[in-house]
């Protein structure tokens, strides 16, 4: 898909849309290794990492995996952070787990 559309400036990649089930080394280990391919072809477009437990940081409600761990070595890569607006716990932890992300993923 990056050699097809390389040249596409309004594209975006994503990796891992959702992931439930597997531990975020191991979601980072194949999200480098695709990253990897994205960039043979496609140097500047943003790649959308999924993260454990359906897109929320970690493996579950209070860690924080991606924070402690982040992919380094590579520009324009975002984390998904899915929030459920109707969903009355996401309200109570995920926008304290966004913070505690963004302090450590850009200090």
């Given at each position: 898909?990056?050699?097809?559309?390389?040249?596409?400036?309004?594209?975006?990649?994503?990796?891992?849309?959702?992931?439930?089930?597997?531990?975020?080394?191991?979601?980072?280990?194949?999200a480098v290794s695709v990253i990897k391919t994205i960039r043979k072809y496609d140097k500047?477009?943003?790649?959308?990492?999924?993260?454990?437990?359906?897109?929320?940081?970690?493996?579950?409600?209070?860690?924080?995996?991606?924070?402690?761990?982040?992919?380094?070595?590579?520009?324009?890569?975002?984390?998904?952070?899915?929030?459920?607006?109707?969903?009355?716990?996401?309200?109570q932890y995920l926008p304290d787990k966004l913070v505690y992300a963004r302090k450590r993923?850009?200090?």
């Amino acid at each position: 898909m990056s050699k097809k559309y390389s040249k596409q400036k309004n594209v975006i990649y994503e990796i891992c849309n959702e992931p439930n089930g597997c531990s975020w080394s191991t979601i980072r280990s194949y999200a480098v290794s695709v990253i990897k391919t994205i960039r043979k072809y496609d140097k500047n477009a943003v790649i959308i990492v999924g993260t454990p437990t359906w897109s929320q940081l970690g493996s579950d409600g209070t860690s924080n995996e991606v924070a402690k761990n982040p992919i380094k070595g590579y520009k324009n890569i975002m984390y998904s952070l899915h929030f459920y607006a109707n969903e009355w716990s996401h309200n109570q932890y995920l926008p304290d787990k966004l913070v505690y992300a963004r302090k450590r993923i850009f200090r």
